[in-house]
């Protein structure tokens, strides 16, 4: 199967990127001046380099998850690395910014398109990427309160949680695997013909790495959790440019929350509100007021949106072109 081709961009496509780029710049810019006087306080130790280091590191590591992208796809479907780069910018910006989780359908959307492929079988490479992604952030934050625990003399408890990393690890790399072979014993039995067999065929094709070569899932894994090394430096970075005096721990335990805050209360503004809610409660146990953290955490967001956004918008621009082609050709065909 080969990857459609990305169109290039126009100048207008790229003007728009460019307005696209500053008004995203301009919300972030907007939250720092109504927030209340206290934030200032933070806000007066900001590094601007930090803060360009950050974005930068950002961007970055969403090559790496181009590269646990492309891992999960046999090496005949795999597509141009720089598509997946961009693609996994596209995908994290939609699941921020569009309400009610519905970022989740314009992901399995936008990996269809990446991939040209039947929904059934991107269904089941988004549920890979999905599986691999939350199931290391998770790793990620009950690391982070492992530390913090040990670090605090709390040993049982922080014991048992870093038990619980080591179990959640195996189980990460076991459960595709076992998943996957059970589903394919599964076809066969189904009606010949029928489209329950067809669509859990294209089903079973998407899970395949998983359960045919996994060397290959083994190293998207890996990947997942190298995209979180570079994202919490990142983050890191970016927390230090705004004055925030956050340990490292404590932000991979704030950066599990922020997500999973967001993920049990949906809100129209994407994941914003919720996450910064997350956010705040986490970052207090560095010592940050509520409020403060909440409204710092929504510039750190913001920021890390912006990268996300700017990521993957040559891959939202071009795909976006080819759908309103479509679209164009369909009518014309009538």
């Known amino acids: 199967m080969n990857s459609p081709r990305p169109t290039p961009l126009t ?16 919300l972030v810019v907007l939250a720092i001046r109504r927030s209340p006087a206290e934030i200032f306080s933070f806000l007066r130790n900001a590094q601007p380099a930090f803060l360009a280091a950050g974005f930068l590191l950002n961007t970055l590591a969403f090559g790496v998850r181009a590269f646990r992208f492309n891992l999960l796809l046999p090496s005949v479907d795999r597509i141009r690395f720089t598509t997946a780069w961009s693609l996994s ?30 929904w059934a079988r991107s269904a089941a490479v988004f549920a890979l990427v999905k599986l691999l992604d939350t199931a290391t952030l998770l790793l990620a934050g ?23 990393v080591l179990f959640g690890a195996g189980l990460l790399l076991a459960l595709p695997f076992a998943g996957g072979r059970l ?5 066969p ?47 890191w970075l970016t927390a230090r440019g ?20 967001a993920a049990v209360l949906p809100s129209p503004a994407g994941t914003f509100g919720p996450y910064e809610s997350g956010f705040a409660a986490a970052v207090a146990l560095d010592g940050i007021p509520l409020a403060g953290g909440a409204i710092l955490g929504g510039c750190l ?25 479509n679209r164009a050709s369909r009518r014309n065909a009538a």
């Not at 709390?154 to 870093?162: D, E, Q, R």
């Not at 956050?246 to 599990?256: E, G, K, R």
């Not at 990521?311 to 759908?323: M, V």
């Open 11 to 26: 100048l207008s496509k790229k003007i728009f990127g460019a307005v696209f780029a500053l008004a995203l710049l301009a």
């Open 89 to 118: 910018g596209a995908t994290t910006f939609l699941l921020q910014v569009l309400p009610f989780r519905s970022g989740e359908i314009a992901s399995w959307a936008s990996i269809r398109a990446a991939l040209g492929a039947s």
């Open 142 to 164: 009950l690391t982070g309160a492992a530390w913090l625990l040990l670090s605090r003399g709390t040993h049982v408890l922080g014991l048992s949680v870093a038990a619980l």
């Open 183 to 187: 589903l394919a014993s599964l076809v």
């Open 189 to 235: 039995r189904l009606p010949a013909e029928g489209r329950r067999r067809a669509i859990a065929h294209e089903v079973a094709e998407g899970l395949s790495v998983a359960r045919e070569e996994p060397g290959s899932y083994v190293l998207a894994a890996a990947a997942a959790s190298a995209f979180l090394a570079l994202h919490i430096p990142a983050l």
């Open 242 to 261: 705004l004055g925030l005096p956050i340990h490292p721990a404590t932000l991979a335990v704030a950066l599990f929350t922020s997500i999973a805050t």
């Open 301 to 325: 967001h913001l920021l890390t949106t912006l990268a996300a956004g700017l990521t993957g918008l040559p891959f939202l621009l071009s795909h976006l072109s080819r759908l309103r082609e």
